[in-house]
């Protein structure tokens, strides 16, 4: 009875005290030793149901946290360029994605890659080309 108002769930103080029992059940030798061992058992499953409380409290706490954001879809201009991208050789899609959205330099990207500074210049103009042609190609079956 105590447990239940203390939980205020008779199902969870009931599953407190079976569990204090078959703990007392696994200890029993030590445990009949003792002058009240009503008392032990009592001990243990209020533990239980206080441990219970506090794991439910930090649950809830980070429940509450966890909110629903919500992103807007990607524009369609956003996914032509993404498909468009994805058509392109791996190097020079690697150079233009270097370039224009991670604001390295040419010099860098050279390093980056292990090729000269020209390679990584003929890389990005074959990509513009092939992206810019790729995207106006899309821009006309859109409409």
């Known amino acids: ?3 239940w108002a203390y939980t205020g769930d008779l199902a969870q ?3 407190v005290v079976q569990d204090a029992f078959c703990a007392l059940f696994e200890r029993w030798d030590r445990i009949s030793q003792y002058d009240d061992p009503t008392a032990w058992v009592r001990r ?4 239980r149901a206080t441990n219970r409380f506090r794991r439910s409290r930090t649950f809830l706490r980070w429940a509450q946290r966890q909110r ?3 992103v807007p879809e990607p524009s369609p201009d956003r996914v032509m360029l993404v498909a468009a991208l994805a058509e392109l050789p791996a190097t020079q899609r690697r150079a233009l994605v270097k370039f224009h959205l991670g604001d390295l330099s040419i010099a860098e990207i050279a390093v980056q890659e292990g090729v000269s500074a020209g390679t990584v210049k003929s890389w ?3 990509g513009r080309a092939v992206l810019a ?3 106006a ?3 006309e079956e859109q409409r």
């Open 137 to 139: 190609e899309r821009g």
């Open 124 to 126: 990005l103009h074959r």
């Open 44 to 47: 243990v499953a209020w533990n």
């Open 13 to 15: 103080a009931q599953d």
């Open 68 to 70: 629903e954001s919500h």
């Open 133 to 135: 042609a790729r995207l």
């Open 1 to 3: 009875m105590q447990l």
